[in-house]
């Protein structure tokens, strides 16, 4: 099982880009597929884009085009480089290792704490 641990977040400007990262302890990061979620105040957690094996994407309807998730299997990270900032996106993102079957073997998924991000002016 990896460990997760969201850097990045902070205050943005409407229009702006903020990128944050996700750096994984623990063995076998590249099995896991990798995931950023995020959770705006009163709504429940959302899945806002995730890679798989193979450098698969997908991505939230709501973020499609402004959003890049990314991922360096060598160094144990994963990226969202966000663009086109609005206050909606105003949000605690997290980053997750999702559970996978690899070999017979489920390894568990892990929940990063979270870090905040916010876009004012």
């Known amino acids: 099982q990896v460990e997760v641990v969201e850097y990045g977040g902070g205050l943005a400007q409407p229009g702006g880009s903020l990128r944050l990262s996700c750096v994984a302890s623990?063995?076998?990061?590249?099995?896991?597929?990798m995931a950023w979620y995020r959770q705006r105040l009163g709504n429940e957690r959302e899945l806002v884009a995730v890679i798989r094996e193979g450098e698969k994407t997908n991505y939230a309807d709501s973020v499609k085009g402004r959003f890049t998730i990314s991922r360096d299997n060598a160094n144990n990270t994963m990226d969202l480089h966000m663009s086109s900032l609005t206050p909606e996106v105003t949000a605690i993102y997290y980053c997750?290792?999702?559970?996978?079957?690899?070999?017979?073997?489920?390894?568990?998924?892990?929940w990063g704490p979270g870090t905040q991000v916010t876009v004012s002016s």
């Open positions: 623990g063995s076998m990061f590249s099995i896991y597929p």
């Open positions: 997750k290792s999702e559970p996978v079957y690899y070999r017979g073997t489920l390894h568990r998924g892990s």
